[in-house]
């Protein structure tokens, strides 16, 4: 896709009005706005916007592989923070979702991270700095640990294996921008950059993962027109039209805009797309 790195700015995708909606705790149709992804609006408007991971336009590649390396370890603890008491460095958050090939938020996937310490040292006896989570219902994940240190060879980067339930393992690495490795390391993939903004003190950072997951397009902002039933009860799967009504949960909703219902889009869950009354 055409992205305008000055700016920060490309076509809208689903995959951006998605993640927009996600975030809001929104329905899709109600963000169907020209802003770019979430992600990409942490870089100032004087910053250069890194290369996104490929977006999942319908069909579009997923996020690019890289090599294990020498430090990966299995079975790493449950959890989403690798800090620990006394921890050294800066302070780091990485959030972002997980989406199929069709731009949908995958569930229940699996992200095992590993990295440097501050020193740039990995911890191949235990398990600091090494640690597994897996995406919410809204295929969202959040990861706090440090800023890795610097080793002979390599730009900063973090480790990442993720996997979609009975999925094959997607084995990868995330870089940083406006590091003066970066034009060094021969594996560095401006594919997998992350966005990273500063934060009083610390830095929060972004990334969006696209997995090579077959998917069913699912909702789209304008459905293919089907029989409605206005008056009758709520339907996962049926295009309702604005000024359409529909009951749920014994109340009647006035729907506010065109779109196909899916699960989670319950009236009372979207009052972007519906009105009690």
């Given amino acids: ?46 910053a250069p916007a890194p290369e996104p991971t490929p977006a999942c336009d319908d069909g579009d590649d997923p996020t690019p592989p890289q090599m294990e390396g ?11 923070s690798l800090l620990e008491p006394g921890t050294a460095g800066i ?16 569930s ?14 990995y911890d191949n006896t235990g398990f600091r700095f ?12 959040a990861l706090t640990t440090i800023v890795p240190g610097l080793y002979p060879g390599r730009t900063r980067h973090l480790h990442v294996k993720v996997q979609a339930p009975g999925r094959p393992v997607l ?12 034009a060094t390391d ?33 909702p789209s902002p304008t459905p293919t027109p089907t029989p409605t039933q206005p008056d009758g009860a709520w339907t996962a799967g049926r295009a309702y039209a604005a000024g359409d009504r529909a009951s749920y949960g014994g ?9 196909t219902a899916q699960p989670g889009w319950e009236p009372p869950n979207v009052p972007a797309l519906w009105r009690a009354g």
Avoid: I
């Avoid at 700015?9 to 689903?14: A, M, N, Q």
């Avoid at 780091?92 to 199929?100: D, K, Q, S, W």
């Avoid at 897996?134 to 969202?140: K, L, Y």
């Avoid at 966005?195 to 950072?205: F, Q, S």
């Fill in 1 to 46: 896709m055409d992205f305008d790195r000055e700016t920060g700015t490309g076509p809208v995708t689903r995959k951006a009005v998605l993640r927009a909606a996600l975030a809001a705790g929104m329905a899709a149709p109600a963000v169907l706005v020209g802003v770019p992804a979430l992600a990409r609006t942490l870089t100032g408007p004087d």
């Fill in 70 to 80: 020498p430090y990966f370890k299995p079975n790493s603890p449950l959890r989403t």
């Fill in 91 to 106: 302070r780091l958050t990485v959030a972002g979702y997980v989406f199929g090939r069709a731009c949908r938020p995958l």
């Fill in 108 to 121: 229940g996937v699996l992200l095992d991270f590993w990295q440097a310490d501050t020193n740039g040292a």
């Fill in 130 to 141: 090494r640690g597994h989570q897996f995406t919410d219902s809204r295929g969202s994940f």
């Fill in 171 to 182: 084995t990868t690495q995330l870089y940083f921008p406006n590091e003066p490795r970066n």
């Fill in 186 to 218: 021969q594996l560095f993939d401006p594919r997998l950059l992350m966005t990273v903004r500063d934060a009083g003190g610390a830095r929060e950072a972004v990334f969006d993962f696209v997995l090579d997951v077959p998917q069913d397009p699912g």
């Fill in 251 to 259: 109340l009647r909703y006035l729907c506010l805009q065109a779109h």
